[in-house]
């Protein structure tokens, strides 16, 4: 009683701790001894790793980009700045390329700061944790600050924060974004209730956040969202309302500054962007698919490996529970203000989703059609805390009306969902879930009639038991989706060593060069790679290495594998002297030696493959057109010769390709230091030259020679190389891109302004700007 007493007396506190124990509750078992929240089981499906465990069966195969990017990524991040550096560069795949410039990494991103504090297999689950409780809490704050009951905001805040988006995306920054579509529509809200400067601050300090979240298509939504959320809320509050918030999202872009420079420079020169300006196809799901808004394991699921749907489970897991779509039809008759801003959000949303609009290819599109979910599950989320708000505080004479509404939205709902079962049945019995599939029916039934049941006493009656009793089935319908799907393993499946591996890391060390091997791992080794992906990939690289095609996917968003990179012109150049292959895989070809072979896989070294560092003695300045098909054609002999892009100064040669007889002493090279920002280098060449370094060449790269700065020339295409005068040199190869260094003025700058204007004026005690919404008033 005394329990029920203090909830009562403080609602609030008592739905905010709800919302952070929910999320322990499902993923603490992670955070104990010996397991890990990660899909890096995944890898055991693909040599060397699937050597160590044949028959492994990983708990969700779909979870590839968390295996292969995201956690790697953030252990090489903790492990750059536990070492004093801020890593900005990565050495370890595609020969080098921008990491702080590409925001999925997301490196100042306050939730990832865990993985600095904690061992990494315990980061991973607490970042989870953290993420899926701040999208709960802001989604209530926001709620709140409309003035919903505190039950009804638990209810929204509870559907979205355990929807089908947000537990099938945990582990990807797109649902780090999804915090801040609440987050920005409640400052939104607080601007106007309450304007001034701490109120334009709130909004600065959102947008950067967001920003800093790691996926900017998402936050460009997000704002997108919000900015109409403003207009909508113009009436009454006039321009300056919107001149204030206009300023806030433009200080807010400003403090994020820092890591939008950056990607802004690393946009610029990715062949995601180029092949997304050209041409994009629509990927919208077919409507059909809705189904899973009701049903969310209709298709089956990855999980229990019955999945028979459209795309993938990923791209169309947007269920919200079952409780909205009884409560929906009630916000709608309500009227609440912005009730129809939400609907036709949820419109919007469900029309693109769904391409219910013209099927047109998005020419100059940046987000295909499944990353505008949010714009169908938030307000979807939104509309039933609504609808519950309304049975909670709407006086009695409506209830016949809300009585009968709720009947029909059941009836509506249950014949949709029986209609589609009895359409799929013989589907399902060929594909052998004749057994499964009716039992899914059956507990979405039961689910839906308790649910139904409640509402209908809710509908009768005044109290809040009824409400909480809806809220957990709300939670137990969500229950199993957010149970099962991101898998707790064996921390001693958390990227472990195969043999194949240490013998790697043994041959590179007697024979230094890059490896060819699973993509973006080789930096968790300390090898250095080029098979890789990062949702952005340098075009430079990828157009040296393809054939006639980009090796990106449909979506402009694929990644560079092993095959293109073996088969390529460049891949001497490159310096790629150790290929790992599975055991059944033999190579055959001038150079290629046989040094492993296991039941993890084989490695073959390729004596042909350049060294790192290399003096060429001669010189072609080619457009960038030329050279590609000067490379590709086979016809440049890169130990001899460089090609050399934007040189008016370099020595030409014409297309005069024929053999020099001096070519026997072009000079020595040695790196002194590597490190992922620094390379040291002794030259030492009788005739002068150029010094080539096949790293990535990129903007931010600067070069000196025995002290005296120096240009650094874009050669072979991708590559760095600089111009030498006959003798010995000490060139010395730094990363200090001016991107940075101009967002980081800018952002501390903004940082300055936005502190000014959030510091009190006075020391008189206010009370906070949303606290009218706390009081019940409906602004």
Known sequence: MRLARLIRAHPDAASALSLIVLPLLVFGRALMPGRALSAADVLFLTYPWRGLAPGLRPGNDLLTDPAY????????????????????????????????????????????WVALIVPIASA?????????????????????????????????????????????????????????????????????????????????????????????????????????????RMHGAGVPFLWRYAAGVALGLSIAAIQLVPFIEYARLSSVLATRETWMPPLSASFRSAINLLVPYYYGSPTSGDYWGDWNFNETAVSVGLAPWLLLPLALIARRPGTWFFALMVIVGGVRLYGLGPDVANAGSLVINFRLAPLLVFPLCVLGAIGLDTLLTESDPLSPRYRAVIKIAFVAVVSVVFVSFTADYATMRRLGLAAVSPTRYLWFLALFTASAVVCVIGASRRGVAWALALIGIQLVGLAPLALTYNPVIDARLLYPTPPAVVRLQQEVAQAPGRVLMAPNLAMLYGLEGV????????????????????????????YLPEVPVFLSPVRDLLGIRHVLVPPDVTLDGPGLSLRYQGVDGRIYRNEAALPRAFVATEARCVDAEQGLKLIRARTVDFRREVLLT??????????????????????????????????????????????????????????????????????????????????????????????????????????????????????????????????????
């Open 531 to 558: 098979a890789g992906y990062d949702g952005m990939t340098p075009r430079y690289l990828d157009e040296v290495i393809r054939s006639e095609t980009s090796a990106l996917n449909l979506i402009g968003s694929g």
């Open 124 to 232: 991973f689950a607490l970042i989870a944790i953290l993420k899926v409780a701040a999208i709960g809490l802001a989604t209530y704050w926001f709620l709140r600050v409309r003035a919903l009951h505190p039950l009804a905001a638990l209810m929204g805040a509870a559907s979205f924060m355990w929807s089908g988006l947000v537990v099938v995306w945990l582990q990807w920054t797109n649902a780090t974004t999804l915090i801040f579509f609440p987050m920005l529509l409640a400052s939104v809200e607080l601007l106007r209730i309450r304007p001034g400067r701490r109120a334009v601050a709130l909004v600065a300090l959102t947008v950067a956040l967001g920003v800093w979240a790691g996926y900017p298509q998402g936050m460009a939504l997000a704002l997108a969202s919000a900015s109409a959320w403003a207009l909508w």
């Open 69 to 112: 990017l995201f956690q790697p990524w953030l252990i090489y991040a903790v492990s750059e700045v536990w070492q004093g550096r801020i890593p900005l560069w990565n050495p370890h795949v595609f020969a080098g390329s921008p990491f702080f410039g590409n925001p999925q990494s997301a490196l100042l991103f306050p939730l990832n």
């Open 646 to 779: 934007d040189c008016p100064d370099a020595t030409t040669r014409g297309d005069d390709r024929s053999p020099r007889g001096d070519f026997a002493s072009p000079g020595t090279a040695r790196i002194e230091r590597y490190g992922a920002d620094r390379v040291t280098i002794s030259v030492g060449s009788d005739r002068g030259g150029y010094l080539v370094l096949t790293d990535a060449w990129f903007p931010g790269w600067t070069a000196n020679i025995d002290g005296r700065e120096t240009r650094v020339e874009r050669a072979n295409h991708a590559f760095r190389a600089v111009k030498l005068e006959p003798g010995r040199h000490a060139v010395e190869f730094r990363y200090a891109p001016m991107s940075v260094r101009l967002g980081l003025a800018l952002s501390a700058l903004a940082a300055v302004v936005t502190g000014v204007l959030a510091w009190p004026r006075t020391a008189r005690t206010t009370s906070p700007s949303w606290a009218p919404a706390l009081r019940g008033e409906h602004p």
